[in-house]
């Protein structure tokens, strides 16, 4: 297996099992104050693995374009994170968890406009059973 699907299968797992912890932690506080101690807790371990595992060393390697792009995810993802945090803490995480995983369908739209990543019709059919899935879930 290749580490990078392997990789993969590790962060599916966690993020699978982030969402339903995260639900046991904000029983007495808002979305976006378990958001901000889970956000201290990641910024924290984030900078341990960088220094850890010598990363640190890219560093000097990183361009002003890295800098802007990698700032704008940054924001993407808090956006993303704020939501979805409010979401769970009022619905039911498990039909939360389908439509933010939904964005798959963006990720793979953007993947072929601006990474010119392969179109195959195994992506298609998988794109369009998420969609199924999530029109299942939401449609009353």
Avoid: C
């Avoid at 039909?95 to 995983?101: E, Y």
């Amino acid at each position: 297996m290749p580490t990078w699907i392997f990789y993969a299968i590790l962060s599916m797992i966690f993020a699978g099992l982030t969402a339903v912890i995260a639900k046991f932690g904000l029983k007495n506080v808002s979305g976006d104050t378990g958001l901000a101690v889970r956000t201290t807790v990641v910024f924290l371990l984030v900078w341990l693995n960088a220094i850890s595992f010598k990363h640190i060393r890219d560093f000097n390697q990183i361009t002003s374009k890295d800098i802007l792009f990698l700032a704008i995810s940054g924001l993407t993802t808090t956006l993303s994170w704020i939501f979805y945090y409010r979401a769970i803490k009022i619905g039911d995480v498990s039909v939360v968890a389908v439509i933010d995983k939904a964005s798959i369908i963006i990720t793979l739209i953007l993947s072929f406009w601006l990474l010119k990543e392969s179109f195959t019709w195994r992506i298609a059919v998988a794109a369009l059973l998420i969609i199924s899935g999530l029109l299942v879930l939401t449609v009353k």
